[in-house]
Nanobody, 122 residues
Framework: QVQVVESGGGLVQAGGSLRLSCAAS????????VAWFRQTPGNEREFVAR????????SYAESVKGRFTISRDNAKNTVYLQMSNLKLEDTALYYC???????????????WGQGTRVTVSS
């Protein structure tokens, strides 16, 4: 069993930066793929970024590539999402998810946090 808790969201001006954290409990976290998804009202959850259990493999949605960086520290059971050059369209509720498939699909992730809200203002 893995439990995840997101933090680090907030209000930021366009062009600014935020770092989200995903803290996890559970012995299998270090063996799991972790991904960030985001969701806006009326829309499905959208894949943002993922990282393999070792941290060696990462991938990003085209909309955030070059601006967001995902990383992990297994010693701290934490995954990070560094977000830079934020745009208005990055405003969303951001979720951290853990699973055992290196996937961009939300259905392949078993453990989810409650989300942390990011609001980008002009």
């Amino acid at each position: 069993q893995v439990q995840v808790v997101e933090s680090g969201g907030g209000l930021v001006q366009a062009g600014g930066s935020l770092r989200l954290s995903c803290a996890a409990s559970g012995r299998t976290f270090s063996a799991s793929t972790v991904a960030w998804f985001r969701q806006t009202p009326g829309n499905e959850r959208e894949f943002v970024a993922r990282i393999s259990w070792s941290g060696d493999s990462t991938s990003y949605a085209e909309s955030v590539k070059g601006r967001f960086t995902i990383s992990r520290d297994n010693a701290k059971n934490t995954v990070y999402l560094q977000m830079s050059n934020l745009k208005l369209e990055d405003t969303a509720l951001y979720y951290c998810a853990a699973g055992f498939r290196f996937s961009t699909q939300s259905k392949n992730y078993d453990y989810w946090g409650q989300g942390t809200r990011v609001t980008v203002s002009s």
